[in-house]
Nanobody, 124 residues
Framework: QVQLVESGGGLVQPGGSLRLSCAAS????????MSWYRQAPGKERELVAA????????NYADSVKGRFTISRDNTKNTVYLQMNSLKPEDTAVYYC?????????????????WGQGTQVTVSS
C-alpha cells in the first residue's frame, strides 16, 4: 500500500536548521510531483515547497524563499526539505504530499497521497 513517512522534525532555536525527510513506498515515486505543506494551530494548511517528478522544477512559498530547499532522490524514493534560518512562525506540523494528475480517454485523473506529519517547533 502507499506510504509516506516523514521524519526529521523537532525543536530548534530561531536561526537554526532542520532537514525533513519523506520516505515513499507503494507507488512509482518518480512519476509524482512531491510537495511539503504545513499547518500551524488555528491556521489552514499551506503549501511550503514543491518539486516535479524529475526534480527539474521547484516552487516555494514567498515566506520560505531563500531559506528552504526542496530536493528529491528518486533512487531512494525520498524527498527532503532543508530548512535554514528558522523563525518562530515556521512552527507547524509539516506534511509530505505526493500528487499525479493526467488525462485519459475517460477523463482527468488525480492521485493524491499524504503522510502523517512531523512537528517542527522553533522556539528559544
Amino acid at each position: 500500500q502507499v506510504q509516506l513517512v516523514e521524519s526529521g522534525g523537532g525543536l530548534v532555536q530561531p536561526g537554526g536548521s532542520l532537514r525533513l525527510s519523506c520516505a515513499a513506498s507503494g507507488f512509482t515515486f518518480s512519476s509524482y510531483a512531491m510537495s511539503w505543506y504545513r499547518q500551524a494551530p488555528g491556521k489552514e494548511r499551506e503549501l511550503v515547497a514543491a518539486i516535479t517528478g524529475g526534480g527539474g522544477i521547484t516552487n516555494y512559498a514567498d515566506s520560505v524563499k531563500g531559506r528552504f530547499t526542496i530536493s528529491r532522490d528518486n533512487t531512494k524514493n525520498t524527498v527532503y526539505l532543508q530548512m535554514n534560518s528558522l523563525k518562530p512562525e515556521d512552527t507547524a506540523v509539516y506534511y509530505c504530499n505526493a500528487e499525479r494528475t493526467g488525462r485519459t480517454w475517460n477523463g482527468p485523473y488525480k492521485y493524491d497521497y499524504w503522510g502523517q506529519g512531523t512537528q517542527v517547533t522553533v522556539s528559544s
